[in-house]
């Protein structure tokens, strides 16, 4: 065996102090020894103690006697994992393997290993060895064998000598278990774990990873005594990170083919649109975007070091009750690590991270993942964005455009990363939108123009009555709560659930029309992010460069204001790439772009009617529209103002006339202001100020 890891022994000789443990394989260690594989499961305390102490002689051997290297046995077999909430006392000084979410860690600090003390009467060293991290053991007796005075505890006293002690790193980690193994509802259970040596200081919150290691226990506290009761704790013996993207996500070779068959059919965008949210009635652009964001684009790196973001951030701002959080938490559920949490988030953490002072790792500063971290490689879908903490607003930025958030505080340094899609919902501060106002919508809302410009596409969603569409709302609501299977029944096992039913299936029935699965499009954007990686064609590039300049072109027409800035490049970039994604093509074709443009239109429409003006959101005035209608109200209370009288609608035009504005457009305005309430008409061809 040990020629086996003679290559691997050289390496580590080699590359160390980078890297200062040798992995070993347990299937390795099981194809030479089945007996002795089965004792470092059974014993892992001795064995790993015996194989440290094996790795350094070899060290010697080869000269290398200053290195310090640890011998850390993984690839466990799978009847070893264990889920967090599966940890019981059987489980005791065995060695076992957790899948699990690095949530916090505490700051790394020495600790002593081996701590040597002198004795106060006679000078004499003693070593005494340290298993415990939360309490320093002191030597009972200055031993005469070993040449001290024989006085004990009571008749001398014992003082540390830190500078000849042994001190190691460690940490404290609380692991989770991944939502995904989650049954609806269930709150994550957790593990408070110690990482030692050189693994200390090595995960960051937000991390995925498969620990190995020993579970042990310690009487909980109170008042000073031991109870009978412990607190199971893990030591970590090595870590294990995973080795392709969302790995917790597993396709089968049917699934993968079910895939590739959905792929080539011609209607998929629209079957996809159907799939999101079935409840939801209408939105139809909305829920495309929503797809797109699932998939989302390619992020790459770049010589320079700097890095593209791939993922599409989407803003949802609207009137209460247009189902902004229905969909929230919908694309929160099919997306591969879909988190759905609100900006007013209960948590510690918050959206981002929190240092705080833990009383379970000993009142050391920790540092806790907020839901983004949590959500990398997934998507965020963040409901009442607008009311998030100030400690979240200020590094939200870093967190969406670098998706990392680097953080340093009481002596914790760790980047988080948070590549992860960002789905928000914001209401109006008001209330409700105003839809005649001189405030922009885009200043309606409590977000500051820097973070919304993050977003690659903001909808506007309100909520006017409009009875064709409000008819057909009203009879999906009903329909939808007429199937429903009642809950109770779910529950006593009565009749199946409807929702399960619906998620092992690939394919199934919503109403008259069939959908995708949950399931599978976990399943499918998962895929998709593993494998498919589309480059541009030519002919889409020159569409995306073309719409820019051209809208670029138009608006310089108009007024002085830029209607389009060289940021929606990127974000019609990462639109197409998406749309080429989605029909598992490794080519972005001109068609994509063109849906990636459609979009784009729309929501621009949708927010600023045709003068998508950049400006509106970028300095909170607005452009063309939005001045007519100030014009208008200013001409009548000046007018109003001078005489003291009704005004006159033939004095309104001509002062309109002056500004450009002419007869017709001012009559529209005009209409539009007495119906909002803005202007009052108390007599025909008479306006007042409202
Ligand atoms: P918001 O978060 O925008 O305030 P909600 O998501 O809480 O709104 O939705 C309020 C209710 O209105 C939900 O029960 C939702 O199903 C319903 N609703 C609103 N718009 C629609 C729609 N277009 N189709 C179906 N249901 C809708
Ligand atoms: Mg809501």
Request: a negative charge; one cysteine or more; hydrophobic letters at 40%.
């Given at each position: 065996m040990t020629?086996?890891?003679?290559?691997?022994?050289?390496?580590?000789?080699?590359?160390?102090?980078?890297?200062?443990?040798?992995?070993?394989?347990?299937?390795?260690?099981?194809?030479?020894?089945?007996?002795?594989?089965?004792?470092?499961?059974?014993h892992p305390d001795l064995n790993a103690q015996a194989s440290n102490q094996a790795l350094a002689l070899l060290l010697r051997e080869m000269g290398a006697s200053n290195i310090v290297a640890f011998v850390r046995i993984i690839?466990?077999?799978?009847?070893?994992?264990?889920?967090?909430?599966?940890?019981?006392?059987?489980?005791?000084?065995?060695?076992?393997?957790?899948?699990?979410?690095?949530?916090?860690?505490?700051?790394?600090?020495?600790?002593?290993?081996?701590?040597?003390?002198?004795?106060?009467?006679?000078?004499?060293?003693?070593?005494?060895?340290?298993?415990?991290?939360?309490?320093?053991?002191?030597?009972?007796?200055?031993?005469?064998?070993?040449?001290?005075?024989?006085?004990?505890?009571?008749?001398?006293?014992?003082?540390?000598?830190?500078?000849?002690?042994?001190?190691?790193?460690?940490?404290?980690?609380?692991?989770?278990?991944?939502?995904?193994?989650?049954?609806?509802?269930?709150q994550p259970e957790r593990i408070l774990c110690i990482a030692e040596h050189d693994l200390?200081?090595?995960?960051?919150?937000?991390?995925?990873?498969?620990?190995?290691?020993?579970?042990?226990?310690?009487?909980?506290?109170?008042?000073?005594?031991?109870?009978?009761?412990?607190?199971?704790?893990?030591?970590?013996?090595?870590?294990?990170?995973?080795?392709i993207p969302l790995e917790e996500i597993q396709i089968s070779e049917e699934e993968e083919s079910e895939i590739k068959e959905l792929a080539r059919r011609g209607d998929i965008y629209d079957l996809f649109v159907r799939s999101i949210a079935p409840s939801i009635h209408g939105m139809?652009?909305?829920?495309?975007?929503?797809?797109?964001?699932?998939?989302?684009?390619?992020?790459?790196?770049?010589?320079?070091?700097?890095?593209?973001?791939?993922?599409?951030?989407?803003?949802?701002?609207?009137?209460?009750?247009?189902?902004?959080?229905?969909?929230?938490?919908?694309?929160?559920?099919?997306?591969?690590?879909?988190?759905?949490?609100s900006g007013m988030s209960a948590s510690a953490a918050g959206l981002t991270a929190a240092a705080v002072q833990d009383p379970s790792a000993d009142g050391r500063w920790t540092l806790e993942a907020g839901a983004l971290a949590l959500a990398d490689l997934g998507l965020a879908a963040i409901d009442e964005f607008d009311k998030m903490s100030q400690n979240d607003r200020a590094s939200m930025h870093e967190a969406m455009t670098l998706q990392r958030i680097s953080i340093s505080k009481a002596g914790i340094n760790a980047t988080l990363s948070t590549r992860c899609a960002i789905l928000a919902a914001a209401n109006p501060t008001s209330g409700r939108f105003q839809p005649v106002s001189e405030v922009p919508f885009t200043n309606q809302i409590n977000l500051k123009q820097p973070l919304l410009s993050r977003f690659d596409i903001i909808w506007l969603l309100t909520d006017a009555p409009e009875k064709n569409l409000d008819t057909l709302i009203a009879n999906h609501i009903i329909d939808n709560r007429m199937s429903a299977v009642p809950e109770i029944l779910v529950e006593q096992g009565s009749r199946p659930d409807p929702t399960k039913t619906a998620d092992e299936a690939g394919l199934t029935m919503y109403g008259k029309t069939s959908i995708i699965s949950r399931s599978l499009i976990r399943k499918y954007v998962a895929y998709t992010k593993r494998n498919i990686h589309p480059t541009m064609r030519e002919e889409a590039r020159d569409r995306l460069a073309n719409y820019y300049v051209q809208t670029r072109l138009k608006s310089g027409e108009q007024t002085d204001s830029v209607s389009i800035t060289a940021r929606a490049i990127d974000g019609l970039f990462r639109l197409s790439e998406a749309a080429a994604k989605i029909r598992l093509s490794s080519e972005v074709t001109e068609d994509d772009a063109l849906r990636a443009i459609r979009i784009n239109e729309h929501w621009r429409f949708a927010l600023m009617?045709?003068?998508?003006?950049?400006?509106?959101?970028?300095s909170g005035k607005k452009g063309n529209a939005r001045n007519r209608e100030r014009t208008i109200v200013e001409i009548v209370s000046r007018?109003?103002?001078?005489?003291?009288?009704m005004v006159n609608l033939n004095d309104v035009f001509t002062?309109?006339?002056?500004?450009?504005?002419?007869?017709?457009?001012?009559?529209?305005?005009?209409?539009?202001?007495?119906?909002?309430?803005?202007?009052?008409?108390?007599?025909?061809?008479?306006?007042?100020?409202?």
């Amino acid at each position: 065996m040990t020629e086996h890891f003679s290559e691997a022994i050289h390496n580590l000789q080699v590359s160390w102090p980078d890297i200062t443990s040798l992995e070993v394989s347990y299937r390795v260690v099981e194809s030479f020894d089945p007996d002795f594989a089965v004792d470092i499961i059974e014993h892992p305390d001795l064995n790993a103690q015996a194989s440290n102490q094996a790795l350094a002689l070899l060290l010697r051997e080869m000269g290398a006697s200053n290195i310090v290297a640890f011998v850390r046995i993984i690839d466990l077999p799978p009847d070893c994992n264990r889920s967090v909430r599966q940890l019981r006392s059987e489980d005791l000084g065995r060695m076992i393997s957790v899948d699990a979410i690095a949530v916090k860690i505490s700051g790394v600090r020495p600790r002593t290993y081996e701590g040597t003390f002198e004795c106060i009467a006679c000078s004499h060293r003693i070593m005494v060895s340290q298993p415990n991290e939360q309490e320093l053991i002191e030597p009972v007796e200055c031993f005469e064998i070993d040449g001290g005075c024989g006085r004990r505890k009571g008749q001398t006293r014992f003082v540390q000598r830190v500078e000849e002690s042994i001190l190691i790193n460690s940490q404290f980690i609380e692991l989770q278990e991944p939502p995904e193994n989650l049954r609806g509802g269930v709150q994550p259970e957790r593990i408070l774990c110690i990482a030692e040596h050189d693994l200390a200081g090595k995960l960051n919150p937000g991390d995925r990873v498969t620990a190995n290691g020993m579970l042990f226990v310690r009487s909980q506290r109170k008042a000073g005594k031991e109870t009978p009761i412990f607190d199971i704790f893990l030591r970590i013996h090595s870590i294990e990170r995973e080795n392709i993207p969302l790995e917790e996500i597993q396709i089968s070779e049917e699934e993968e083919s079910e895939i590739k068959e959905l792929a080539r059919r011609g209607d998929i965008y629209d079957l996809f649109v159907r799939s999101i949210a079935p409840s939801i009635h209408g939105m139809n652009e909305v829920k495309e975007s929503l797809v797109l964001q699932l998939f989302g684009g390619v992020a790459g790196r770049n010589k320079d070091g700097s890095r593209t973001r791939g993922d599409i951030h989407i803003l949802l701002m609207g009137d209460p009750g247009v189902a902004k959080s229905q969909l929230l938490s919908y694309m929160a559920s099919i997306s591969p690590r879909g988190r759905f949490t609100s900006g007013m988030s209960a948590s510690a953490a918050g959206l981002t991270a929190a240092a705080v002072q833990d009383p379970s790792a000993d009142g050391r500063w920790t540092l806790e993942a907020g839901a983004l971290a949590l959500a990398d490689l997934g998507l965020a879908a963040i409901d009442e964005f607008d009311k998030m903490s100030q400690n979240d607003r200020a590094s939200m930025h870093e967190a969406m455009t670098l998706q990392r958030i680097s953080i340093s505080k009481a002596g914790i340094n760790a980047t988080l990363s948070t590549r992860c899609a960002i789905l928000a919902a914001a209401n109006p501060t008001s209330g409700r939108f105003q839809p005649v106002s001189e405030v922009p919508f885009t200043n309606q809302i409590n977000l500051k123009q820097p973070l919304l410009s993050r977003f690659d596409i903001i909808w506007l969603l309100t909520d006017a009555p409009e009875k064709n569409l409000d008819t057909l709302i009203a009879n999906h609501i009903i329909d939808n709560r007429m199937s429903a299977v009642p809950e109770i029944l779910v529950e006593q096992g009565s009749r199946p659930d409807p929702t399960k039913t619906a998620d092992e299936a690939g394919l199934t029935m919503y109403g008259k029309t069939s959908i995708i699965s949950r399931s599978l499009i976990r399943k499918y954007v998962a895929y998709t992010k593993r494998n498919i990686h589309p480059t541009m064609r030519e002919e889409a590039r020159d569409r995306l460069a073309n719409y820019y300049v051209q809208t670029r072109l138009k608006s310089g027409e108009q007024t002085d204001s830029v209607s389009i800035t060289a940021r929606a490049i990127d974000g019609l970039f990462r639109l197409s790439e998406a749309a080429a994604k989605i029909r598992l093509s490794s080519e972005v074709t001109e068609d994509d772009a063109l849906r990636a443009i459609r979009i784009n239109e729309h929501w621009r429409f949708a927010l600023m009617g045709e003068n998508f003006d950049e400006t509106t959101l970028a300095s909170g005035k607005k452009g063309n529209a939005r001045n007519r209608e100030r014009t208008i109200v200013e001409i009548v209370s000046r007018i109003h103002a001078e005489t003291g009288e009704m005004v006159n609608l033939n004095d309104v035009f001509t002062e309109a006339g002056r500004l450009d504005i002419n007869r017709n457009t001012a009559e529209d305005i005009i209409d539009r202001l007495v119906l909002y309430g803005t202007l009052f008409r108390p007599r025909h061809d008479y306006l007042q100020p409202g």
